[in-house]
């Protein structure tokens, strides 16, 4: 084979658009030295209607090769490139080899085609060499790899998703892994509105869709439609208002006012203390708590729970419904009457209180001893007295701490009516059988 000599011609840079689809013009110079033959190729570039999608890690490579008397080739030969750290030696950092056609002398190859140059190849001021191998021939020296003109603007990048090497923003302060910003500042996306003076809007931050902050330390955090006034919090959602100070809306829609809104819809709250959810609900006072649906409270220091209501009275906690039988359970997670207490029958049905007495209750019956009651009876000692939380009601009971303690309960401190009911019907039951006894006795004399 005819001894061939190449010289490199032109060399891009890492490509940033979409320049291997680029139309070319070209006009070639020709100086000859010896038996070498350089040629200067212009390029022109045009770039595609398009950039693309995604940047791709090529550099473009061209060059003029010819044999010994030369004269260009036109051929296919079979091309190895290297990328090193230095002019000799080195270490190789990259390499592919692809088969490359040429006209008249020149050929183009987009290096990185087969296997893409990684970015940290190029390491901010080191210098790369280029290597060449023809059909097994390694072209020397090595060339050095440069920047193409366009290519310095990279020095001061218009855009960047990531620096490896740049100076401090002067706009932020990174302490440990907190990022804090020099000035106040707001922050709005695309399609929302910050409003508020020059020392306010500096304070409010906006994101969602078309949602607006209204005052200074606002915070939209989302949705579509959403208003935040001063001091205040709109989570998400759709159509919500924060607004008074302090307010917060966390969701759902169409919910308005100065208060605490976890959800739910067309909610309103006209106070910051008031806490709202559900639907078609409204606190108009302080300190309420409104869970359901369509419940008006205007009367402070309620708690409401249930649907289609309004209380009248303040201090209060109320579970209503307007259209169905309201059920309470303590320690009772099936409740069927207004209140079911525990797992052991007790309840209340609205007028009465029942204490749990079913059989299946209980364990180990015996019947009461007479004597055991006669006992218990004879210790009770019942008086008179005052409640110290209602002074102007005399009442009769007993002193729990000193009844006997057949009928005592385990603190002490209450009693229960069915102990000492079933300790006087035992009693009752044995007189009765004494005065019938005398009767018939009385009834034989006669």
């Keep these: 084979m005819a001894k061939r000599t190449l010289f490199c011609v032109a060399l891009a840079g890492l490509a940033v658009s979409a320049v291997g689809l680029a139309q070319q013009k070209e006009n070639v110079d020709e100086v000859r030295l010896g038996r070498v033959k350089i040629s200067r190729v212009e390029q022109q570039v045009v770039r595609p209607a398009t950039a693309a999608p995604v940047i791709p890690w090529h550099i473009n490579y061209q060059g003029y090769l010819t044999d010994d008397a030369g004269n260009p080739l036109n051929d296919t030969l079979s091309m190895a490139f290297s990328i090193y750290t230095a002019s000799a030696g080195g270490t190789e950092l990259w390499n592919e080899a692809q088969n490359i056609g040429m006209e008249d002398g020149l050929f183009n190859v987009v290096l990185g085609s087969l296997t893409p140059i990684p970015p940290d190849v190029f390491q901010t001021g080191e210098s790369r ?161 409104i869970a359901g649906r369509g419940i008006l409270v205007w009367r402070v220091y309620s708690l409401a729970f249930g649907r289609g209501f309004t209380p009248s009275t303040r201090d209060a906690v109320i579970f209503s419904n307007s259209f169905a039988n309201i059920r309470v359970g303590i320690g009772n997670t099936a409740p069927t009457h207004a209140l079911d207490v525990g797992t052991n029958g007790a309840f209340c049905d609205g007028l009465t209180w029942v204490d749990g007495s079913s059989r299946e209750h209980k364990e180990q019956i015996a019947e009461l001893s007479l004597d055991e009651a006669l006992e218990a009876l004879s210790e009770l000692k019942p008086i008179t007295f005052n409640y110290n939380s209602d002074k102007g009601e005399r009442c009769v009971g007993f002193i729990a701490e000193d009844v006997p303690e057949l009928v005592a309960t385990k603190n002490k401190k209450g009693l229960s009516p069915m102990d000492v009911v079933a300790t006087l019907t035992r009693v009752v039951q044995y007189r009765q059988k004494e005065i019938e006894s005398l009767k018939k006795e009385i009834d034989a004399l006669k």
């Design 129 to 289: 060499w280029l290597e060449l191998v023809v059909e097994a021939q390694i072209l020397l020296p090595r060339t050095e790899i440069t920047s193409v003109g366009y290519a310095y603007r990279a020095f001061k990048a218009d855009t960047a998703d990531y620096a490896l090497d740049a100076p401090p923003d002067s706009d932020w302060i990174l302490t440990g892994s907190v990022l804090y910003p020099i000035g106040q500042y707001g922050l709005a996306m695309r399609g929302n509105v910050l409003l508020g003076d020059s020392t306010s809007t500096y304070s409010q931050v906006n994101f969602g869709v078309e949602c607006t902050t209204g005052g200074p330390y606002s915070t939209v955090r989302g949705g579509h439609y959403n208003r935040g006034h001063s001091e205040s919090v709109a989570c998400g959602g759709s159509h919500n208002v924060a607004s008074s100070g302090w307010a917060n809306v966390a969701g759902g829609y169409s919910n308005a006012g100065g208060g605490t809104m976890p959800g739910g819809r067309f909610n309103q709250s006209s106070t910051v203390t008031s806490v709202v959810y559900g639907e078609f609900n409204r606190a108009v006072v302080l300190c309420c708590f």
